[in-house]
Structures are given as structure tokens and as C-alpha cells.
């Protein structure tokens, strides 16, 4: 664990000191976002902020192959390259998109191809297990691996870029997201299915490590944006992590259903941790196709962060609140996978729940109280 806390403080301190960097670079190349009438900021603001992440997962990385016990990382697999290529390659296509606003098509073209590299660079699933079915553990073919990995792949870096929409949203949920797949993973490893110094809690432990970095210069209000290069590069890592940490597990060393939850969680884990992008995800794109418009062209300010904004939160307590909603879905996904007890893990989730759904409302409540007096934004909150 010592190893893992000195590689999350390196991506921390080098993405807290490289990011204003990024933002003079993201400046001078005139890569900003500009006020338009879905956004909540008011002035334009720089978004390469990715590339900060970037370099800041990097340098963890190298310190990481320099210490003992992570070494081993590096000499067994090729998955800690695979990432980094294929990370930087997306930040890369995402720098153009921040800088030039690629079309739709462009774009995911390119995503395509990133995820292509990651799979052929040796992340890619080796095979699926169907509890409670006669088929048990599947072997996929090469080509279905491929088609399958890189398809897991897009869709989380599409899922994180939905939700980039509020001041430290993005960087606050990746955090979360990044530290759940860490404990399983590395809980997983304690329990004995694999090494605890492995590539799936490697990428987790730099990619949190970085967005807590460049979390100070993107919390409201932001003097940076993630950008695409942010979100995608996000959306790739964990993408990484997921599928790297089902191929780490042994179908054979169980013995029946009750006892194979680390076989198939890793497939639903990453549905847990990613649940709320994914759900708001899917309502854009349902709400934008029965308008018969282009799901993936056509931004509206009907997201989830932007309803909490309707119901009369500030953007702080929005970003709260759907940290909340990320850490509740994420770590009950962890917690049912490593304290195996769904009474206690619901019990404490359903607690929480409740807090956060009376936290969700306030706004509303105290409104009746006051007689239906509308909602004022301070300015230093907005």
C-alpha cells in the first residue's frame, strides 16, 4: 500500500504543479470554451486541462517502475504501455478537439482507433462469465475480444465526457470512480486471486492521483477545464482497468456460483462506478432522438447537473451532490464484491440514500417553507 500512496502523491503534486502551465499553453493556443447557452460558466474558460493529467499519470507511472514491488508491473505485462500510448494518443485527438471542435464523426472515428491500440497492445477481455447459465465461463475468440473490448472502451470515454458539465464534476466523479476500482482490485489481490501489485490498480491509483492534482484548479470556480482531452483520457484508463482486472481472474480456482462474485463482477463493476454518466448518457440520447435530432451533435441543458441547477442548487452543492450519488452506487458495488453481506452493504446504502435524496430537494422544501419565494444565486456561487 506504501507504493501505491507514493504513486498517488507524485500524479497529485507534478498535475498541481504542471496544470497552470496548461493553461497559459491552452491560452496562447486560443483552446477555450466559450459561453454558450447550455453552459453555467459566464466568461471563456481554457480546457486542455487533460494534458496536465497526462503528464502528471506519467510521471507516477515512471516513479512507479523505479520502486520494488511495482516493477513487477512492467516486466509481466504490456498493459502499463498499452495505456500510456494509447492514453496519450486519445489526449492527443482530444487537444485537437479542444483547440479546432472536431466533428462527431472525426471524433469517434479516432476513439475507435485509440481503443483499437489499447486492444492490440494487449488490454483486452479473454473471456466472460454467465453465472446461473449453463455456459458458464465463454472463451471469446480474438475477433470478438477485439470488437468487444474496443466497444466497452468508447462507450466509457463517451459516458465520462456526458458528464463533464459542471466546475470539478468530471475530476471530483473520476476520483471516486478510480479509488472504487482501486480497492477492488487490490482487495481482490488480498484475497488471493492475482498480485496486489498489479496493472489495474496501478492505472487507478495515477488516474485518481492526477484528477485530486488538477482537482484545485477546476473546483468552482474553474480556472481550467478537463476538455475532451481530460475526459476521454479518463474514460480510456478506466475502461483499461476493468477490462485488465477480469482478465487477472481464474475461473477455475471456483467452485460454484456462490463463491465466483469476483468472476463476474468485474463486468458489472464498471456498470456500478460509471452509473451515473451512463444514465446520463442514455437520457440525452433517447431525449435528443425523439426530437429526431443528432444524439452526439446537438448539446442541451438538460443533464443531470443542470436540472439540480433548476431545482435551485448552487454548482458546488450540485457537484456534491452527484459525488454522492457516484460514491453510493460505486462503493456498493465494492462493498457487495468484498464484505460478500448485501444486508449490511444495502442497510448503509439506503441510509445514504436517503440523505442525499433530502439533500437533492432542500432547495424545493425551503422554498415552500418561504411561501414559493424564488431561489437567488449568490454571483461567488454561481
Keep these: 500500500m506504501r507504493e501505491y500512496l507514493i504513486v498517488l502523491?507524485?500524479?497529485?503534486?507534478?498535475?498541481?504543479?504542471?496544470?497552470?502551465?496548461?493553461?497559459?499553453?491552452?491560452?496562447?493556443?486560443?483552446?477555450?470554451?466559450?459561453?454558450r447557452d447550455r453552459d453555467v460558466h459566464t466568461i471563456p474558460i481554457p480546457r486542455m486541462g487533460?494534458?496536465?493529467v497526462l503528464i502528471g499519470m506519467g510521471a507516477a507511472v515512471a516513479v512507479a517502475s523505479k520502486l520494488p514491488g511495482l516493477q513487477g508491473t512492467f516486466q509481466n505485462t504490456s498493459e502499463m504501455l498499452a495505456v500510456l500510448v494509447a492514453g496519450t494518443m486519445i489526449c492527443a485527438l482530444g487537444v485537437l478537439d479542444d483547440r479546432y471542435d472536431l466533428d462527431p464523426l472525426t471524433k469517434l472515428v479516432g476513439q475507435i482507433a485509440c481503443a483499437g491500440i489499447l486492444v492490440l497492445m494487449g488490454v483486452q477481455l479473454a473471456f466472460i462469465y454467465l453465472p446461473g447459465t449453463t455456459l458458464?465461463?465463454?472463451s471469446l475468440d480474438p475477433n470478438t475480444s477485439f470488437l468487444l473490448t474496443t466497444v466497452i472502451t468508447v462507450a466509457t470515454v463517451n459516458a465520462m465526457n456526458f458528464i463533464d458539465g459542471l466546475d470539478g464534476l468530471l475530476s471530483g466523479v473520476a476520483i471516486i470512480t478510480a479509488l472504487a476500482f482501486f480497492a477492488y482490485s487490490y482487495s481482490l489481490a488480498r484475497q488471493g486471486y492475482g498480485d496486489v501489485f498489479s496493472s489495474p490498480s496501478l492505472?487507478?491509483?495515477?488516474?485518481?492521483?492526477?484528477?485530486?492534482?488538477?482537482l484545485p484548479h477546476n473546483f468552482n470556480?474553474?480556472?481550467?477545464?478537463?476538455?475532451?482531452?481530460?475526459?476521454?483520457?479518463?474514460?480510456?484508463?478506466?475502461?483499461?482497468?476493468?477490462?485488465?482486472?477480469?482478465s487477472r481472474v481464474d475461473a477455475q480456482s471456483f467452485s460454484g456460483l456462490s463463491t465466483a462474485v469476483p468472476l463476474f463482477m468485474p463486468l458489472l463493476l464498471p456498470v456500478a462506478i460509471l452509473a451515473i454518466p451512463i444514465i446520463d448518457m442514455v437520457l440525452a440520447v433517447v431525449r435528443r432522438a425523439r426530437k429526431g435530432v443528432n444524439p452526439f451533435s446537438t448539446p442541451d441543458k438538460m443533464h443531470l447537473h443542470h436540472r439540480l441547477l433548476?431545482?435551485?442548487?448552487?454548482?458546488?452543492?450540485?457537484?456534491?451532490?452527484?459525488?454522492?450519488?457516484?460514491?453510493?452506487?460505486?462503493?456498493?458495488?465494492?462493498?457487495?464484491?468484498?464484505?460478500?453481506?448485501?444486508?449490511?452493504v444495502f442497510s448503509i446504502a439506503a441510509g445514504i440514500a436517503v440523505l442525499?435524496?433530502?439533500?437533492?430537494?432542500?432547495?424545493?422544501?425551503?422554498?415552500?417553507i418561504d411561501g414559493g419565494a424564488p431561489h437567488i444565486v449568490r454571483r461567488e456561487d454561481a
Design 356 to 368: 442525499a435524496v433530502a439533500l437533492m430537494f432542500t432547495p424545493r422544501i425551503r422554498r415552500r
Design 310 to 344: 433548476e431545482i435551485g442548487h448552487t454548482q458546488r452543492r450540485a457537484v456534491i451532490i452527484l459525488y454522492i450519488w457516484t460514491a453510493l452506487v460505486a462503493f456498493v458495488g465494492v462493498g457487495m464484491s468484498i464484505i460478500g453481506n448485501p444486508a449490511i
Design 203 to 214: 492505472m487507478t491509483v495515477a488516474i485518481a492521483g492526477a484528477c485530486l492534482g488538477f
Design 50 to 52: 487533460g494534458v496536465g
Design 221 to 246: 470556480p474553474a480556472r481550467i477545464f478537463l476538455g475532451d482531452s481530460g475526459s476521454m483520457l479518463i474514460g480510456l484508463v478506466l475502461a483499461a482497468a476493468a477490462v485488465s482486472t477480469t
Design 9 to 35: 502523491c507524485v500524479a497529485a503534486i507534478v498535475t498541481f504543479l504542471t496544470t497552470p502551465a496548461v493553461r497559459w499553453v491552452s491560452v496562447r493556443l486560443g483552446a477555450l470554451t466559450e459561453v
Design 136 to 138: 458458464g465461463t465463454v
